[in-house]
């Protein structure tokens, strides 16, 4: 089966712009998460959807961030604007009904200058 | 979420086994053990889950005393494509279940 897609796969903005990354994860899946690793940092959970609601966006900074997942199936973690502490690799991924296993991307390595 | 506390860093060589102890404390009765494996650039991925005693599958051992209160993960023979980062995760599957990520175990395996 396919995996999770994202793109781009890297990314370059100045501090003040803006960004969207995109995931689409794998088929079926009803859970989609969005991850911050900062580099030599495990991944820091941003925010975990149920289909296309939120269940949890308590680390999310609402200030700048923001991720929709319309249609229950992919979704979009956007930054705006981004400053320099938001370099950092952003992953999706995603689990099934029957197991709390998550399926990661490749990352999305977003550098801020 | 339990907190876990794993070391840093272990050095290995190829065909060795590999052991990495994991502390949570505090974990709960509905609490399950997940190790992730990371390599660079890319982004986790499971290795294994236990609730108690010893779980095997094709790539790892995971170990859990009868206190739950440590686990241990068994890669045996390793090669130098086991070289990674390990992440000890512990957390309630069936409610809400959330994965809150350490800054795990970098494991270098070397010839």
């Known amino acids: 089966e396919a995996g999770v897609a994202q793109s781009p796969r890297y990314k370059i903005i100045e501090k003040r712009q803006s960004v969207a990354f995109w995931c689409n994860p794998i088929?079926?899946?009803?859970?989609l998460y969005w991850y911050q690793q900062i580099l030599g940092q495990g991944p820091k959970l941003l925010i975990q959807?149920?289909?296309?609601?939120?269940?949890?966006d308590s680390q999310l900074p609402k200030d700048r961030f923001s991720a929709e997942r319309l249609k229950g199936v992919d979704s979009t973690l956007k930054i705006q604007p981004a400053k320099l502490e938001d370099s950092a690799v952003y992953l999706c991924?995603?689990?099934?009904?029957?197991?709390?296993?998550?399926?990661f991307g490749p990352g999305t390595r977003l550098t801020v200058l | 979420l339990a907190k876990t506390t794993q070391p840093i860093s272990m050095d290995s060589y190829e065909g060795q086994e590999v052991n990495i102890t994991c502390s949570h404390n505090?974990?709960?009765?509905?609490?399950?053990i997940t190790w992730y494996q990371q390599f660079p650039s890319q982004g986790p991925r499971f290795i294994i889950q236990?609730?108690?005693t010893k779980v095997t599958n094709e790539v790892a051992s995971l170990f859990i005393p009868a206190d739950r209160k440590s686990s241990t993960l068994s890669l045996p023979r390793v090669s130098l494509s086991d070289t990674a980062v390990y992440y000890c995760?512990?957390?309630?599957?069936?409610?809400?279940?959330?994965?809150?990520f350490g800054a795990g175990t970098t494991v270098t395996v070397r010839a």
């Open positions: 505090n974990i709960a009765t509905n609490d399950y």
């Open positions: 088929s079926g899946h009803a859970t």
């Open positions: 959807f149920q289909n296309n609601g939120v269940v949890d």
């Open positions: 236990g609730y108690k």
């Open positions: 991924a995603s689990s099934g009904q029957l197991s709390n296993e998550q399926f």
């Open positions: 995760l512990v957390g309630d599957m069936f409610n809400d279940y959330k994965l809150s």
